[in-house]
């Protein structure tokens, strides 16, 4: 083991890193006194793990009706897989084009996709993270349609230009034999027919191959004689076709909502015209035209009516309806209506194959955010419940916890209550998406991912083992009030939508205490139990946070007060705690300012709990002198003091939640104590204003440029770099000046009230001493001015020493901020039992512990053998109870860390901004280790975590970079270029976790996961499910003795006899480019020709071949036996009649 002051040299570091490394600061510890760091670069490496959610944007899929996997292509080229629950699994087409067609190559391991681009490409499935085995990008042509037959190699591929091209999936070779547009259609034609909209052969012969024209025509093609055998003309655009099994009939889908039904060998007319949604007059006149039947499956059973399942084709006068699937079965037809657009459907069947009924029993419907199954076989075509996580996006995620390791008893005590929240009336058969094999993962602890959303729910997800599974739903707007309408909308709400949205939470896994901040300025303090109960009126404490200064100029100052500082350990101020439980009576009339008021309204009605988390207390920040309230940019809560804690750019406020009272409500400047270095100096008037008559901007939000310059530890100023504050300011109120509080910046702002754009260090050239920015008097001076103050970025509750100059540990609060202080705010708690709940507690600012750069993102504390500290809480007890239960699980209380011995530091205080870390030694709070993490960037989300027994620092940075830092010695370990950050909603839900997890969302309906653990990229390929299971192809239907006698059963045609390079020639160059793809080798040797079925056949042949053998052996032994018997005969008949004449035989 090295020792942590030990630098090592790590390869292949960026230079876009840090600029320096970890420095050991006076009053280091000593070489012997040195905490053994066990963490080196090589535990760490940074992967993929697996993907959750709905895909986003689908656009194609397919469904292998043998190994039951189920395909979905996206617009943006991602290839998701889903068999049963829990097998999952995600891949990207390079180009990122849209994926307009997926095919199976059923039973076989593999699956072809065609893009956008006019790309086809071959993916063997074969292996757990599957690849392209080969791709083929056509050059002259535009790839519309795509069609491979059961158990052929040879895949048609249909083009814009009305030609059909066919590929080898073999050897992904095209074929000399082309079918041209305009050999398919009559000579007579004179307009071109467009693009191919279906491909499909005919289910009784192969070499019948029918051909659908976007125009309305269709085409027989025959492949041997290379011509058109029938041509079906109809004058309406032609969607998609279906056969029935016995190939004689066909249907085709119109733009006009019509269906038409053609038998094949009478093309003058349609056997048949229908219009299923369409009105029939009475006088015998065509319908009504409905929009267009997209798509069409035509399905049979042996027992009874075939089905007719379409898409589309609902009547014009429906303009508010929803999208709906038809199924018609006999005389009956069911619509069901879906929630969003349909964009593709597939009807699951019994067989594989085309030539057999069919037997449909499952319809699977892929909607542009949800994936519906619908049982054909029940009466009312009941849906089949999901067995994937695709509700995520049900309401836009805001916020994202990520919790691993757990205590083991959480999962099932979730699991438990939100079993009960379950839908009923889905089909009670099994999942019918059922292929595939789980992992044999070894990683087996508790994970627990949280999301908070737009519509207030909170969602808590059991992601252990690679998996991911809801296990309960908590719905915060109940608490509130709602408005029936837009005109009941309460003119208070500071949000235009989404008020009840989810902001930040806070979440103690082992006290199941759970707080919640909404974008209404709200907190929710939410207890958990297992019974049931009515809460008569739900408590509620209003907490008024106004403004730290008057503004000279300010139009209304709002008769703002300084609360005085509290002494320390004495019981605060009368103003601080003096706030009404129940909402007040403010002045909301149109004559005066809002004062007073609350955002939201509580319901005034009983409540009802049902089992799982409860409200304990809801506490509202109010509307101040026309003021609407700031929004909480920080939160925590500490069950073992029964704190809640929360702050904005206002200041900070502390509520005891079970006496219910407001403990302490300050602004931010007043933590500093008096003779703190830091201190922030009144803002002097501003300068006059230019003629024009517009404000400059760009100082009056900042402080004197000797602000904040001096160090904790040593009297002697150090050069602040005011001109980059400034600038950051100014960024910031040009963010705010265009902000209207819409639902994307209240869903935004949750983790990005700080800076998120490419910062102002990469801008040189915006000096923030011109002058030139302006903006009009219109816009708000205080609401840009607050924007631009110290707002509390974190808290973290700890037992520490508050003060340099105590021994013993003392409950407390790291308060961190966005101008990069850390402040100590001490407690004094009463005793257990009833003393806690009649007592006050104490609470002392004791001013600055340290500054860092950039806003303060993540704090913890180490004790001195670098283990971590975490923060005390209480055993979880039910609070509905007996009184004895609860006593037996509230003594157990973690033991309080050891006091120190004079002059010696015994504690390590670990904290990160967006631009640097430092390690403070306690109490004498001096920096002893410090690292600037980034320069050009800055830190979007920073975590102090434990992976192999030992702590960490790790954080994503807004150029992408993903670093992690040694603990206490700041070493970098890992630094990874891992994604250029795209969009806010990656910023906003980066988290880091225990053992090496790390997830975001990567789209709003789609969480990746990540982890950073060596072990864990090493043991990846056994914890990933498979989707190929080794399955017995279904035997082909059996063809009966009339059809064999008079030819009436499938007729077979080989392919390769027609389409190969010895008949067909080969195909023109400039036309498509072979690619091989990444997989080759790999697929190769893994799957070899298998992936086509060439290994399995070539086995299959091998054994037939053997057993003809055998018979041939057989047969031979015998016609031995036979001949020699024959010549034994012939031997004793030559004997007898040897000496014989001819006359005497």
């Given at each position: 083991?090295?020792k942590?002051?030990?630098?090592?040299?790590?390869?292949g570091?960026?230079?876009?890193?840090?600029?320096?490394?970890?420095?050991?600061?006076?009053?280091?510890?000593r070489?012997?006194?040195?905490?053994q760091?066990?963490l080196?670069?090589?535990?760490?490496?940074?992967?993929?793990?697996?993907?959750?959610?709905?895909?986003?944007?689908?656009?194609?899929?397919?469904f292998?009706?043998?190994?039951?996997i189920?395909?979905?292509g996206?617009?943006?080229?991602?290839?998701?897989?889903?068999?049963?629950?829990?097998?999952?699994?995600?891949?990207?087409?390079?180009?990122?084009a849209?994926?307009?067609?997926?095919?199976?190559l059923?039973?076989?391991?593999?699956?072809?996709?065609?893009?956008a681009d006019?790309?086809?490409?071959?993916w063997?499935?074969?292996?757990?993270?599957?690849a392209?085995?080969?791709?083929?990008?056509?050059?002259?042509?535009?790839?519309t349609y795509?069609?491979?037959?059961?158990?052929?190699?040879?895949?048609?591929?249909g083009?814009?230009?009305?030609?059909?091209?066919?590929v080898?999936?073999?050897?992904?070779?095209?074929?000399?034999?082309?079918?041209?547009?305009?050999?398919?259609?009559?000579l007579?034609?004179?307009?071109?027919?467009?693009?191919?909209?279906?491909?499909?052969?005919?289910?009784?012969?192969?070499?019948?191959?029918?051909?659908?024209?976007?125009?309305?025509?269709?085409?027989?093609?025959?492949?041997?004689?290379?011509?058109?055998?029938?041509?079906?003309?109809y004058?309406?655009?032609?969607?998609?076709?279906?056969?029935?099994?016995?190939?004689?009939?066909?249907?085709?889908?119109?733009?006009?909502?019509?269906?038409?039904?053609?038998?094949?060998?009478?093309?003058?007319?349609?056997?048949?015209i229908?219009?299923p949604h369409g009105?029939?007059?009475?006088?015998?006149?065509?319908?009504?035209?409905?929009?267009?039947?997209?798509?069409?499956?035509?399905?049979?059973?042996?027992?009874?009516?075939?089905?007719?399942?379409?898409?589309?084709?609902?009547?014009?006068?429906?303009?508010?309806?929803?999208?709906?699937?038809?199924v018609?079965?006999?005389?009956?037809?069911?619509?069901?209506?879906?929630?969003?657009p349909?964009?593709?459907?597939?009807?699951l069947?019994?067989?594989?194959?085309?030539?057999?009924?069919?037997?449909?029993?499952?319809?699977?419907?892929?909607?542009?955010?949800?994936?519906?199954?619908?049982?054909l076989?029940?009466?009312?075509?009941?849906?089949?419940?999901?067995?994937?996580?695709?509700?995520?996006?049900?309401?836009?995620?805001?916020?994202?916890?990520?919790?691993?390791?757990?205590p083991?008893?959480?999962?099932?005590?979730?699991?438990?209550?939100g079993?009960?929240?379950?839908?009923?009336?889905?089909?009670k058969?099994?999942?019918?998406?059922?292929?595939?094999?789980?992992?044999q993962?070894?990683?087996?602890?508790?994970?627990?991912?949280?999301?908070?959303h737009?519509?207030?729910?909170?969602?808590?997800?059991?992601a252990?083992?690679?998996?991911l599974?809801?296990?309960?739903k908590?719905?915060t707007a109940?608490v509130?009030?709602?408005?029936?309408?837009?005109?009941?909308?309460?003119?208070?709400?500071?949000?235009?939508?989404?008020?009840?949205?989810?902001?930040?939470?806070?979440?103690?896994?082992?006290s199941?205490?759970?707080?919640?901040?909404?974008?209404s300025?709200?907190v929710?303090?939410?207890?958990f139990?297992?019974?049931?109960i009515?809460?008569e009126?739900?408590?509620?404490?209003?907490?008024?946070?106004?403004?730290?200064?008057?503004?000279v100029?300010?139009?209304?100052?709002?008769?703002?007060?300084?609360?005085?500082?509290p002494?320390?350990?004495?019981?605060?101020?009368?103003?601080?705690?003096?706030?009404?439980?129940?909402?007040?009576?403010?002045?909301?009339?149109?004559?005066?300012?809002?004062?007073?008021?609350?955002?939201?309204q509580?319901?005034?009605?009983?409540?009802?709990?049902?089992?799982?988390?409860?409200?304990?207390?809801v506490?509202?920040?109010?509307?101040?002198?026309?003021?609407?309230?700031?929004?909480?940019?920080?939160?925590?809560?500490?069950?073992?003091?029964?704190?809640v804690?929360?702050g904005?750019?206002?200041?900070?406020?502390?509520?005891?939640?079970?006496?219910k009272?407001?403990?302490?409500?300050?602004?931010?400047?007043?933590?500093?104590?008096?003779?703190?270095?830091?201190?922030r100096?009144?803002?002097?008037?501003?300068?006059?204003r230019?003629?024009?008559?517009?404000?400059?901007?760009?100082?009056?939000?900042?402080?004197?440029s000797?602000?904040?310059?001096?160090?904790?530890?040593?009297?002697?100023?150090?050069?602040?770099?005011?001109?980059?504050?400034?600038?950051q300011?100014?960024?910031e109120?040009?963010?705010?000046?265009?902000?209207?509080?819409?639902?994307?910046?209240?869903?935004?702002?949750?983790?990005?009230?700080r800076?998120?754009?490419?910062?102002?260090?990469?801008?040189?050239?915006?000096?923030?001493?011109?002058?030139?920015?302006?903006?009009?008097?219109?816009?708000?001076v205080?609401?840009?001015?607050?924007?631009?103050?110290?707002?509390?970025?974190?808290?973290?509750f700890?037992?520490?020493?508050?003060?340099?100059?105590?021994?013993?540990?003392?409950?407390?609060?790291?308060?961190?901020?966005?101008?990069?202080s850390?402040?100590?705010?001490?407690?004094?708690?009463?005793?257990?039992?009833?003393?806690?709940?009649?007592q006050?507690?104490?609470?002392?600012?004791?001013?600055t512990?340290?500054?860092?750069k950039?806003?303060?993102?993540?704090?913890?504390?180490?004790?001195?053998?670098g283990?971590l500290l975490?923060?005390?809480y209480?055993?979880?007890?039910?609070?509905?109870?007996?009184?004895?239960?609860?006593?037996?699980?509230?003594?157990?209380r973690p033991?309080?860390?050891?006091?120190?011995?004079e002059?010696?530091d015994?504690?390590?205080?670990?904290?990160?901004s967006?631009k640097?870390?430092?390690?403070?030694?306690?109490?004498s709070?001096?920096?002893?280790?410090?690292?600037?993490?980034?320069?050009?960037?800055?830190?979007?989300?920073?975590d102090?975590?434990?992976?192999?027994?030992?702590?960490?620092?790790?954080?994503?940075?807004?150029?992408?970079?993903?670093m992690?830092?040694?603990?206490?010695?700041?070493?970098?370990?890992?630094?990874?270029?891992?994604?250029?950050?795209?969009?806010?909603?990656?910023?906003?839900?980066?988290c880091?976790?225990?053992?090496?997890q790390a997830?975001?969302?990567?789209?709003?309906?789609?969480?990746?996961?990540?982890?950073?653990s060596?072990?864990?990229?090493?043991?990846?390929?056994?914890?990933?499910?498979?989707?190929?299971?080794?399955?017995?192809?279904?035997?082909?239907?059996?063809?009966?003795f009339?059809?064999?006698?008079?030819?009436?059963?499938?007729?077979?045609?080989?392919?390769?006899?027609?389409?190969?390079?010895?008949?067909?020639?080969k195909?023109?160059?400039?036309?498509?480019?072979?690619?091989?793809?990444?997989?080759?080798?790999?697929?190769?040797?893994?799957?070899?020709?298998?992936v086509?079925?060439e290994?399995?056949?070539?086995?299959?042949a091998?054994?037939e071949?053997?057993?003809?053998l055998g018979?041939?052996?057989?047969?031979?032994?015998?016609?031995?036996?036979?001949?020699?018997?024959?010549?034994?005969?012939?031997?004793?008949?030559?004997?007898?009649?040897?000496?014989?004449k001819?006359?005497?035989?």
């Amino acid at each position: 083991m090295k020792k942590f002051n030990i630098r090592k040299v790590l390869d292949g570091l960026t230079a876009t890193s840090s600029s320096s490394s970890a420095a050991a600061q006076p009053g280091a510890p000593r070489e012997n006194d040195a905490v053994q760091e066990t963490l080196q670069s090589e535990h760490f490496q940074l992967c993929k793990t697996v993907r959750h959610g709905f895909p986003y944007q689908p656009s194609s899929m397919a469904f292998d009706p043998v190994q039951k996997i189920l395909a979905v292509g996206t617009q943006t080229g991602a290839l998701r897989l889903f068999g049963r629950a829990g097998v999952e699994c995600y891949c990207q087409h390079e180009s990122g084009a849209a994926v307009i067609q997926l095919q199976f190559l059923i039973n076989e391991g593999a699956l072809v996709s065609a893009l956008a681009d006019d790309s086809i490409h071959l993916w063997n499935l074969r292996q757990k993270i599957p690849a392209i085995l080969h791709s083929l990008k056509f050059n002259r042509e535009r790839i519309t349609y795509c069609h491979l037959p059961f158990q052929s190699k040879w895949l048609y591929i249909g083009t814009e230009r009305g030609n059909i091209h066919i590929v080898n999936v073999e050897s992904f070779t095209l074929s000399g034999y082309v079918i041209m547009w305009n050999k398919a259609i009559e000579l007579s034609t004179k307009t071109h027919p467009g693009p191919v909209v279906h491909i499909s052969d005919n289910p009784m012969d192969e070499g019948k191959l029918l051909i659908g024209f976007e125009c309305g025509v269709v085409v027989l093609w025959d492949l041997k004689s290379k011509k058109a055998d029938y041509r079906y003309n109809y004058d309406e655009a032609i969607h998609s076709v279906a056969w029935h099994h016995e190939g004689k009939q066909f249907v085709c889908s119109h733009s006009d909502g019509t269906l038409t039904t053609w038998n094949v060998r009478a093309p003058a007319k349609p056997a048949q015209i229908i219009t299923p949604h369409g009105k029939q007059p009475k006088d015998g006149k065509k319908p009504e035209p409905c929009k267009p039947i997209l798509k069409v499956e035509y399905k049979t059973t042996r027992a009874g009516d075939p089905f007719m399942v379409l898409s589309g084709g609902l009547s014009y006068d429906t303009l508010g309806r929803r999208a709906c699937l038809t199924v018609m079965h006999g005389k009956s037809t069911a619509v069901l209506e879906m929630d969003y657009p349909i964009v593709d459907f597939l009807t699951l069947c019994e067989t594989p194959y085309p030539n057999d009924f069919q037997e449909p029993y499952a319809v699977v419907v892929l909607l542009e955010k949800d994936l519906v199954v619908i049982d054909l076989g029940q009466i009312g075509y009941p849906i089949f419940e999901t067995p994937y996580p695709l509700t995520i996006h049900e309401s836009p995620v805001t916020c994202c916890e990520y919790f691993a390791d757990c205590p083991a008893e959480l999962i099932p005590a979730l699991y438990s209550i939100g079993s009960r929240q379950k839908r009923q009336g889905y089909s009670k058969k099994e999942w019918p998406i059922s292929g595939g094999n789980w992992g044999q993962g070894t990683q087996s602890y508790p994970e627990i991912i949280i999301t908070g959303h737009a519509d207030g729910s909170i969602k808590f997800w059991d992601a252990s083992a690679l998996m991911l599974q809801v296990l309960y739903k908590l719905k915060t707007a109940k608490v509130f009030e709602r408005a029936r309408s837009k005109e009941e909308k309460p003119s208070t709400d500071i949000v235009e939508e989404d008020p009840f949205a989810i902001q930040t939470l806070s979440w103690c896994p082992e006290s199941r205490m759970l707080c919640v901040a909404g974008v209404s300025a709200h907190v929710i303090v939410y207890r958990f139990s297992k019974q049931e109960i009515t809460t008569e009126v739900v408590q509620l404490l209003e907490v008024r946070m106004q403004s730290e200064f008057s503004e000279v100029d300010s139009p209304d100052p709002g008769g703002e007060q300084t609360p005085t500082l509290p002494t320390p350990g004495a019981p605060p101020s009368p103003q601080e705690t003096e706030v009404p439980t129940q909402p007040s009576t403010g002045n909301s009339s149109s004559d005066g300012p809002r004062d007073n008021i609350p955002c939201l309204q509580v319901r005034s009605s009983p409540l009802k709990q049902s089992p799982g988390y409860q409200v304990e207390l809801v506490i509202q920040l109010v509307w101040v002198s026309g003021e609407p309230p700031q929004q909480i940019t920080s939160l925590a809560i500490n069950s073992s003091y029964g704190l809640v804690v929360f702050g904005n750019s206002n200041g900070l406020a502390v509520v005891d939640y079970l006496q219910k009272t407001l403990l302490l409500n300050m602004g931010t400047s007043e933590l500093y104590s008096p003779s703190d270095p830091y201190q922030r100096q009144p803002r002097s008037p501003r300068k006059a204003r230019q003629p024009s008559g517009a404000l400059c901007d760009s100082n009056d939000g900042s402080n004197t440029s000797e602000d904040r310059c001096k160090s904790p530890t040593s009297g002697s100023t150090s050069p602040c770099n005011s001109d980059d504050e400034r600038k950051q300011k100014f960024i910031e109120k040009v963010k705010f000046k265009s902000r209207r509080f819409s639902k994307t910046v209240a869903n935004d702002f949750a983790k990005m009230s700080r800076k998120i754009s490419s910062t102002s260090e990469q801008k040189p050239d915006l000096d923030a001493k011109d002058n030139s920015f302006t903006r009009s008097r219109s816009s708000s001076v205080t609401s840009i001015e607050r924007e631009s103050r110290e707002a509390i970025s974190s808290f973290h509750f700890c037992e520490s020493y508050p003060r340099k100059t105590d021994s013993v540990v003392g409950p407390g609060v790291l308060v961190g901020t966005t101008q990069g202080s850390v402040m100590m705010v001490a407690l004094s708690l009463p005793p257990g039992g009833d003393q806690r709940q009649q007592q006050p507690v104490g609470i002392s600012s004791c001013g600055t512990l340290v500054r860092l750069k950039g806003g303060i993102l993540t704090m913890a504390m180490l004790d001195s053998t670098g283990t971590l500290l975490p923060p005390s809480y209480e055993p979880w007890y039910d609070p509905n109870a007996s009184d004895e239960e609860k006593e037996k699980s509230r003594r157990r209380r973690p033991a309080s860390p050891p006091s120190s011995q004079e002059g010696q530091d015994s504690q390590f205080a670990v904290l990160c901004s967006e631009k640097q870390a430092k390690v403070v030694a306690m109490p004498s709070q001096t920096c002893i280790y410090k690292h600037n993490i980034t320069e050009t960037s800055f830190v979007l989300r920073a975590d102090v975590v434990q992976m192999a027994g030992a702590n960490f620092i790790a954080c994503f940075c807004a150029n992408g970079h993903i670093m992690t830092l040694s603990l206490p010695s700041l070493r970098p370990l890992l630094d990874v270029n891992y994604l250029p950050l795209t969009d806010m909603r990656i910023a906003r839900t980066f988290c880091f976790s225990n053992l090496g997890q790390a997830l975001y969302l990567t789209s709003p309906t789609e969480i990746q996961r990540i982890t950073y653990s060596q072990e864990t990229c090493d043991n990846l390929q056994e914890m990933l499910s498979e989707l190929f299971t080794p399955v017995e192809t279904p035997e082909a239907p059996n063809r009966g003795f009339f059809k064999g006698l008079f030819g009436g059963g499938a007729q077979s045609l080989d392919r390769e006899d027609l389409f190969g390079e010895t008949t067909a020639g080969k195909a023109s160059r400039s036309l498509a480019q072979h690619i091989p793809g990444p997989g080759s080798m790999e697929g190769m040797k893994g799957a070899a020709s298998g992936v086509v079925g060439e290994l399995a056949r070539a086995r299959v042949a091998l054994d037939e071949r053997g057993q003809k053998l055998g018979e041939l052996e057989e047969r031979t032994a015998a016609m031995m036996a036979s001949a020699e018997s024959f010549s034994k005969h012939a031997h004793d008949m030559m004997l007898k009649y040897k000496d014989k004449k001819w006359y005497q035989l």
